[in-house]
Nanobody, 127 residues
Framework: QVQLVESGGGLVQAGGSLRLSCAASGRTFSRYAMGWFRQAPGKEREFVAAINWNGRTTYADSVKGRFTISRDNAKNTVYLQMNSLNPEDTAVYYC?????????????????????WGQGTKITVSS
C-alpha cells in the first residue's frame, strides 16, 4: 500500500493560481500512474488530471488549458499546477495512485481504477 500526502490547498481569489503537491511513499513510484480528482460539496468525485509512468497526461475538459499535471520521480511527487482558477474549481482535491497496474500507456480517468488515495486538500476560490 502506498501512502499519499497532499499539500498546497487554501483560499485563492478568482483568476489566481495554486500548486498542489502529492508525496508518495514506496519504491515503485516511477512505474505507476497518478491522478488528481476533486469533490465539491454535494457532488460526486470527478476526474481532474492524470499522468502515466513516463509523463503522458490527460485532463478533464473543464480544466484543460488551465491545469497542468507533472511528476518528479526522483522526489516521489506529483504536482497539479492550477491557473485561472474560478469558483467552480472549489472542492476537496485528492491525489490517487494506480499501483495495481505498472507501466501502462494511458493513465486511467475513473476513480475505481485507482488503488490508493490521499486524505485530500481543500481549495476555495472566491469570486
Amino acid at each position: 500500500q502506498v501512502q499519499l500526502v497532499e499539500s498546497g490547498g487554501g483560499l485563492v481569489q478568482a483568476g489566481g493560481s495554486l500548486r498542489l503537491s502529492c508525496a508518495a511513499s514506496g519504491r515503485t513510484f516511477s512505474r505507476y500512474a497518478m491522478g488528481w480528482f476533486r469533490q465539491a460539496p454535494g457532488k460526486e468525485r470527478e476526474f481532474v488530471a492524470a499522468i502515466n509512468w513516463n509523463g503522458r497526461t490527460t485532463y478533464a475538459d473543464s480544466v484543460k488549458g488551465r491545469f497542468t499535471i507533472s511528476r518528479d520521480n526522483a522526489k516521489n511527487t506529483v504536482y497539479l499546477q492550477m491557473n485561472s482558477l474560478n469558483p467552480e474549481d472549489t472542492a476537496v482535491y485528492y491525489c490517487a495512485a494506480d499501483t495495481d497496474h505498472l507501466v501502462i500507456a494511458t493513465p486511467p480517468t475513473s476513480p475505481s481504477e485507482y488503488d490508493d488515495w490521499g486524505q485530500g486538500t481543500k481549495i476555495t476560490v472566491s469570486s
